[in-house]
């Protein structure tokens, strides 16, 4: 079955840019009646036939590093390429572009959140949050990374040797972990099942639909009160709101008020909380529901974007030549020595660990698209595409950035497609872009090669004035599960690798588990031996520059 309706109701192609080349979603492989239900359901993903981002990746082959995509009455600018999203994230002002119908969708579950925010709430409230994440915080944590670790390796131990869907556990980790960090609250989703984890859940399917879909349903006459999904939705939010005004007032009512400077130095290990860091910060505005948007906001960005990780990383590694894994394990296990979990100079010190993370992010970017929106005209720099003199960009135009098709571009990455972490060891470049810098591994501060080490080809936490927050306390969180699992287990997939499939949302999701059988590992056993697998990679490229 196969059809050109898109294109034929398609207003799409005369909203486009000229001479920007034009891909328009016209074939579609699926069964007629999930065609009918992608339609209905207003579903980019069953129309696309498969992950989104998938089908950008097809176009970026065909038509280049920009491209019009256009289905139905819509358009959008498809960028994939270094100097070109570099311009927009971090040349361009806040101002300039803001993050358009990506705010329009999460503003019922997230607010004016620091996400969605527009560019004057958005100053106000990342001015606001920043402090909260300081040096001495982050240390703090990997004792609650560590701590919900060892239940998770604990429970590991009572499936020893059975089949367990370890994206499940990653998900369940990274949400006691963001309860406990962003409001001092306890899930407990690694050992039992509640209402609200279920409530958490269904409130994340549903913004995850809600951006891959291009009708608004949810903005239906009171769809809330009659639409299946909906009813719940708010039934849900309800649940949660409530749950956070409770946290929110006991924080209030318990207020120490400080400043930052008195904050960061405060013992605080009852409630290490950002949440009380929040209400505690002098000149911070408590009346307004910001507080509230910006608290549920890191709750559901930090979560399963940490799962993802940790999730393809393990998938890939098992899946990888054998030294690999080897040389990962033996790293961990040499580093911990006697102990049970890493401190922060342990984390420091597991470079192909943190390497090895990365990696799986450069493969699988959560999201793998960034969106933004015109808010003025623009005129995008050349960057490696065959078009001269300048690419307009429309005031109101939607834009995605494909990270996947950045982080998997031939012209980008030697052997794109592999999962290879020791090529963060060397530095690459393309003269055919000459105004891109390329990637050297001199340029990293910090845990993991980021865009400013890459000159924006790898947009792991994305860059510019809108980056994540997160990224140190992700990487820190992702290493110290990692090591500790990894220290106690040897994993197995359960049937082949290809049953795991992928589908996407906000994150890219597995879309049948990824379903391993854990192996406990003595602390007797002999290291694992890699008979030097990294060196040889290196060696075997002669350490030359790549790409
Ligand atoms: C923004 C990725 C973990 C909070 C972002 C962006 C990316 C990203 C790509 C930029 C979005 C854009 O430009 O449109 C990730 C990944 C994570 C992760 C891959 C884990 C592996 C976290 C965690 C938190 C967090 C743990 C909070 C505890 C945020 C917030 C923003 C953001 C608040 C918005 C920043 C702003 O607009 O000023 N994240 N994130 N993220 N992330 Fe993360």
């Known amino acids: 079955f196969s059809m050109q309706i898109l294109s034929s109701i398609g ?100 607010g004016k959140g620091l996400i969605p925010a527009d560019p004057i709430t958005w100053r106000v409230r990342r001015r606001a949050i920043v402090p909260a994440f300081h040096k001495k915080w982050l240390n703090s944590m ?48 690694v050992t039992k099942e509640s209402p609200i984890v279920k409530a958490v859940y269904r409130v994340l399917r549903e913004a995850e639909h809600r951006s ?18 909906q009813v719940e939705f708010r039934r849900d939010m309800t649940m949660l709101d409530d749950i956070l005004a409770d946290l929110i007032n006991d924080a209030v009512a318990t207020r120490r008020e400080a400043s930052v400077e008195e904050l960061e130095e405060r013992e605080n290990s009852d409630d290490p909380s950002l949440l009380r860091f929040l209400v505690d910060m002098r000149g911070e505005d408590l009346s307004s529901s910001v507080l509230r948007d910006d608290l549920m906001t890191m709750l559901i960005a930090g979560h399963e974007t940490t799962a993802a990780m940790l999730t393809w990383t393990l998938f890939e590694l098992s899946n990888a030549e054998p030294g690999m894994l080897k040389e990962v394990q033996k790293e961990v296990r040499t580093v911990l020595a006697d102990k049970e979990s890493p401190d922060y100079d342990d984390i420091v010190a597991m470079k192909k660990l943190r390497y090895a993370l990365i990696e799986g992010l450069r493969l699988y970017p959560e999201p793998p698209v960034l969106i933004r929106r015109a808010r003025t005209e623009d005129c995008l720099p050349q960057g490696s595409s065959d078009i001269r003199g300048g690419i307009k960009v429309l005031r109101g135009s939607d834009i995605f950035i494909s990270t996947w098709n950045l982080h998997r571009s031939p012209d980008l990455w030697e052997n794109p497609e592999k999962y290879d972490p020791t090529r963060w060891e060397r530095p690459f470049k393309n003269d055919k872009i000459p105004d891109w810098n390329g990637y050297n591994p001199d340029k990293i501060s910090g845990l993991y090669p980021n865009e400013q080490a890459t000159d924006f080809a790898f947009l792991p936490f994305g860059g510019g004035s809108r980056k994540c927050v997160g990224d140190q306390f992700a990487m820190i969180e992702a290493a110290c599960t990692m090591a500790t699992l990894m220290n106690r287990y040897d994993f197995e997939f359960e049937g082949s690798p290809d049953d795991v499939g992928m589908q996407t949302g906000a994150t890219i999701h597995t879309m049948n588990g990824l379903r391993m059988r854990p192996r406990k590992v003595s602390v007797n056993d002999p290291l694992p031996s890699a008979d030097g697998w990294w060196e040889k990679q290196h060696l075997k490229r002669g350490l030359s520059a790549n790409g």
């Not at 701590?147 to 131990?157: H, K, T, W, Y």
């Open 11 to 110: 207003l799409g192609p005369f909203l486009g840019m000229d001479p920007v080349p034009t891909a328009i979603i016209q074939k579609y492989e699926g069964s007629f009646l999930s065609f009918i239900k992608g339609v209905l359901g207003g579903d980019l993903q069953t129309l696309a036939g498969g992950p989104l981002f998938l089908l950008l990746n097809k176009y970026f082959l065909e038509y280049g590093p920009i491209f019009n995509l256009a289905f139905g009455p819509k358009a959008f600018l498809v960028i994939s390429d270094p100097v070109m999203a570099k311009h927009i994230l971090r040349d361009r002002t806040t101002d300039q572009y803001c993050k358009g119908m990506l705010a329009e969708i999460l503003e019922p579950i997230m």
């Open 212 to 229: 891959s879909s291009f009708i608004p349903y949810w903005n239906l006459p009171y769809a809330d009160q009659w639409m299946g999904g």
């Open 142 to 189: 990997v004792g609650l990374f560590n701590a919900r670790a060892q239940i998770l390796s604990r429970d590991l131990e009572t499936k020893n040797n059975q089949v367990v869907d370890m994206e499940e556990r990653f998900c369940s980790v990274t949400l006691d972990i963001i309860g406990k960090a962003v409001f001092n609250y306890d899930f407990g989703s």
